[in-house]
Structures are given as C-alpha cells and as structure tokens.
C-alpha cells in the first residue's frame, strides 16, 4: 500500500505543482504562535516544540490505527501530499545564473538567499564560496521537499511524514539553535540515506569517497552533506566548481540526478513490495 500512496501522491504534486491546495501553513503557524505565547512553553523551548508537534502527529497516528484500510490509504496521500515539499523546486537558480553571468554581485546575492542559502560569513564578491552555497542550498531543497519525507513515511507511515514536515515548518517560524538540532537529527540519517543512494545514480567511487568523510560526522549540517556526495556523484573538482559556467551545469545535472535517485528509491521500493 505504501507504493500505491506514494505514486499518487507524487502524482497529484505533479498535477497540482507549486499550487497545492493543501499547502495552509498559516493554520500551523497560528498554532505555534498561540504555544509560543503561553508562558510556560516560552520557559521551556522542549515543550514548546513538542505541543507544536505532538497533537496534530497525534491525530494522525489515531486515525492510522483506526482508519479501515481503504479510508487509510486515502488518508496517507492526503497526509503525504500535504508533507511534500512547498513551491517550484529550485525556482532562483535561473536567476542567480544569469546575475553570475553579468557579475551582478548583489543579485545573485539576493537570488541565493531568497533559494535558501547561508549566507552567515559571505565575504564581498567571493564567488567561489557563493556558488558553493547556491549548489548546497538547491541540494537540501531537493531533500526536504522530497526524500526525507519519503524517508519518515516508510518508517512511520503518514505520522512520520506530518512529523518531518511540521517540524521543518517549526524552525521556519522560529529559527532557534534548539530547534534547528532537532530538525538536523530527523534529517541525519535519511540525509546519509540519500548521499550513497547518489553512488548508484551518479559517479560512485567519486561519491562513495566524499559520503564516507561525513557519515558518521555529527558536526556536519545536511546541506553540506548533501553538497559534497552530489559533487562526488557529478564527479565534479572543487577547483571547477569555483565558476559560474560549471555552477550552471551542475545545478542542472542535480535535477537529473534527483529525478534518477527518485527512480531508484521507488524501484528498490516495488521490489521489496512484490517480495513480500
């Protein structure tokens, strides 16, 4: 049934692209807005976090436990399709390319942040170290859109999906170092999952040699995780990627090496389904 789930829910973010209906994050953020007020949790940041998470993850754990199949299966598209990633995948990267291109500093600036970058540090017109976090930003967008909610739906079902996503949504609207360690443990391991799944679909010593550096690092974020085994799987050399020419290229390449690794984890998916 988890197959099923998936390839409809996958199906309906095509459909529907970035104008999924169920995308009403304004609900949970007055939710966590009416816990952050409250004095107690404000005291507390563990508790804070677990009243924004454990009621609706409680719900949805009810209802997969009490739902018959039919209805449950209705139910976790509706869950998984809710958990998937918000907008266009990647929407500044043709932007932030042309602005590279003109030299246009505080437009690619601009255009990376708006991606997602960490931008904490940049020093004036160092480009290198821009490219390299427009490529890891993009990477951990294509992440947390897709394969780590896919990863907490196998392991826990639609709970574990609503889990991800909401705690993704959390530090969005409260960005605090307490936060971003708990969203940095949900992410540990399917991040690794999805670094040596990129041996199968890309490069794989080039890969395989980058993901052992980091796989059991507890000090690494997910985004440079991610930056490093798609570099090792697009076989691509640290001196190249300090230009903007090969910067376009291989953002590009990401999009097909997510597309491919996509392609793997549902096919090592309906394998083990018809096995058992």
């Known amino acids: ?32 807005a009416r816990i952050a007020a409250w004095p107690q949790a404000g005291k507390h940041w563990w508790l804070q976090i677990g009243l924004a998470l454990a009621p609706p993850v409680l719900v949805a754990v009810l209802l ?38 003109d030299g246009a500093w505080d437009v690619a600036v601009n255009r990376a942040f708006r991606q997602g970058a960490d931008l904490t540090g940049l020093a004036q017109g160092d480009w290198p170290q821009l490219h390299q976090r427009m490529l890891e930003a993009t990477a951990y967008q294509g992440f947390e859109r897709l ?6 739906f196998l392991l826990f079902g639609p709970a574990g999906a609503l889990l991800y996503r909401l705690s993704f949504l959390y530090v969005q609207f409260y960005p605090e170092e307490r936060g971003r360690r708990w969203l940095w443990a949900l992410e540990w391991l399917p991040a690794r999952l999805l670094g040596v799944s990129f041996a199968v679909t890309g490069n794989f010593v080039g890969c395989v040699n980058r993901w052992k550096t980091h796989v059991f690092s507890l000090a ?18 640290d001196e190249l990627m300090q230009s903007c020419d ?5 953002i ?5 090496l997510y597309t491919r690794t996509l392609w793997f984890w549902l096919t090592c998916l309906a394998i083990w389904t018809l096995a058992h």
């Open 220 to 237: 690494s974020t997910s985004g440079s995780v991610l930056r490093e085994t798609v570099l090792g799987a697009l076989s691509v050399d």
């Open 64 to 101: 997969a436990w009490w739902l018959p199949p039919f209805l449950w299966v209705l139910w976790s598209i509706l869950v998984l399709w809710y958990a998937l990633g918000r907008g266009e995948f990647a929407p500044e990267t043709a932007s932030y390319t042309l602005a590279c291109n």
């Open 1 to 32: 049934m988890y197959l099923i789930v998936i390839l409809c829910a996958l199906g309906l973010l095509q459909f529907w692209g970035a104008k999924n209906p169920l995308h009403r994050d304004e609900i949970y953020a007055r939710w966590c």
């Open 147 to 152: 394969f780590a909610v896919l990863f907490w």
């Open 252 to 256: 590009s390449a990401l999009k097909r």
């Open 246 to 250: 090969c910067t376009q290229r291989e």
